[in-house]
């Protein structure tokens, strides 16, 4: 969507699943399966211990498949992108990133936003804890560098249980065309500018009134037409009495 106004509106919209499979084993997962894997060595001298590696590993992967299963699905992740304030040149441009998890378990989420290089070289990646029928949020800041408009990517999302065995994989169409301006003046530069202003409109409302007033400044040479009661009686230095 197309932002029509000086300040970029909110774009919000519902994740959909990154992957056609539901999710993957996390490296703590891996790591824990790679520990049950090194029972095979004293296995190869005593065969309860190999009973034990398997043991192990059905464990681990039923215990990963239900934490895959509890993690909230990927349209069940509501996410928004908000601005701060317009984007501008040699300006800071605060972003707020909105996660509403609408599932039943807490997400670990991690965020990366694809602005363009416009409005950053390199894009971050930003962790939040999403509780469930709650809104979480982060915010971190752009430093624009080129002038125009540009198109924001999409919003990727990779998210976790806290028991950290399976994650998913997510990403939100918060796309929309967002316009750079030019630098912009600051308050102190908006007052200095302000009040010059003012200073040249009254200078030259002076000018523009010269003649009408008594002051030493204000005064002219007689011209046919003047009102006699603003001619002064005092004669100029030098004139004969």
């Known amino acids: 969507m197309i932002s029509t106004s000086f300040h970029p509106g909110p774009v ?33 001298y005593e065969a309860r211990f190999s009973y034990a590696m398997l043991v192990w590993d059905g464990l681990l992967l039923a215990a990963t498949l239900l934490d895959g299963l509890r993690l909230p699905r990927a349209n069940q992740l509501i996410a928004q992108r908000s601005w701060g304030n317009a984007p501008a040149l040699d300006s800071e441009t605060e972003i707020e990133l909105t996660i ?22 390199q894009p971050a990646t930003h962790r939040l804890r999403a509780f469930p029928r709650l809104a979480a ?20 999302v ?22 750079v301006y030019p630098t912009l003046r600051t308050t102190e530069e908006q007052q200095i500018f ?20 008594r002051d030493f400044e204000s005064l002219r040479d007689y011209r046919e037409g003047d009102d006699l009661r603003d001619v002064s009686g005092q004669p100029r230095r030098g004139a004969a009495r």
Do not use: M
């Open 158 to 179: 990779r998210y976790r249980s806290l028991l950290g065995l399976a994650e998913r994989w997510a990403r939100a169409p918060l796309r929309q065309t967002v316009r």
């Open 137 to 156: 949020k982060v915010r971190y800041c752009v430093d624009p560098q080129e002038r125009g408009d540009c198109e924001t990517g999409w919003l990727y």
């Open 12 to 44: 919000r919209a519902a994740c959909e699943r990154r992957r056609w499979w539901g999710f993957g084993l996390t490296p703590r997962a891996i790591g824990l399966l790679t520990v049950g894997f090194l029972l095979l060595i004293p296995g190869f």
């Open 100 to 121: 509403e998890n609408q599932g039943h378990a807490i997400a670990e989420c991690w965020l990366t936003d694809d602005l363009p290089a416009a409005l950053v070289a």
């Open 194 to 213: 302000l009040a010059r202003s003012r200073q040249i409109d009254l200078q030259l409302r002076q000018a523009r009134q010269r003649g009408l007033g």
